[in-house]
């Protein structure tokens, strides 16, 4: 059974940083493409960034260029989301995705719909 599991989350000042965690057990963590996405109270769920199965490719939401950088530990099972100069729009639940089929590069976030393998989330309050 696959299992995702995200962390991180908490509270931090307009500017501040954060950096999110997530580990998937369950199925061979290298093969799968993987991604965050974000959803606040009364907005879509949005795709935040993604990455290939082996770290070749990457997607940023534009809002996230430049502050947001997506990784990958293979060896650990491990995926990671470094959060700077965050603002007060980047507060919401952040959810850590799996892609449903493996090998695929980081714009599987395409048509992902409910698919997938997915975390309960953790929290980003970013006060002003």
């Known amino acids: 059974q696959v299992q995702v599991v995200e962390s991180g989350g908490g509270l931090v000042q307009a500017g501040g940083s954060l950096r999110l965690s997530c580990t998937a057990s369950?199925?061979?963590?290298?093969?799968?493409?993987m991604g965050w996405f974000r959803q606040a109270p009364g907005k879509e769920r949005e795709a935040v960034s993604c990455i290939g199965w082996n770290g070749g490719s990457t997607y940023y939401a534009e809002s996230v260029k430049g502050r947001f950088t997506i990784s990958r530990d293979n060896a650990a099972n491990m995926l990671y989301l470094q959060m700077n100069s965050l603002n007060t729009e980047d507060t919401a639940m952040y959810y850590c995705?799996?892609?449903?089929?493996?090998?695929?590069?980081?714009?599987?976030?395409?048509?992902?719909?409910?698919?997938?393998?997915w975390g309960q989330g953790t929290q980003v309050t970013v006060s002003s």
């Open positions: 995705a799996v892609d449903p089929s493996p090998f695929r590069g980081a714009n599987f976030w395409i048509g992902l719909g409910y698919h997938g393998r």
């Open positions: 369950g199925l061979t963590f290298g093969r799968y493409a």
